[in-house]
């Protein structure tokens, strides 16, 4: 196993945010997927190491 590679997925929509997150782990041991439902919650987040963001683009509040 190679190094941890820390993804924030941000959506508002949490059924797609879950998705995404078992994909992404499924598809490559190193991936740690944390996910947050609104963009607040997803900068909130990044005070973690965060090495990759995948956000949706149309979110309330943004």
Do not use: K, Q, W
Not at 7 to 18: A, I, R, T
Not at 34 to 55: H, K, Y
């Amino acid at each position: 196993m190679g190094e941890v590679i820390r993804v924030l997925h941000v959506d508002d929509e949490p059924d797609l945010s879950d998705t995404t997150a078992v994909y992404l782990e499924r598809e490559d041991d190193r991936f740690t997927v944390e996910t947050a439902t609104s963009g607040n919650e997803g900068l909130d987040r990044l005070t973690n190491d965060i090495d990759c963001v995948v956000s949706d683009y149309e979110m309330p509040g943004m």
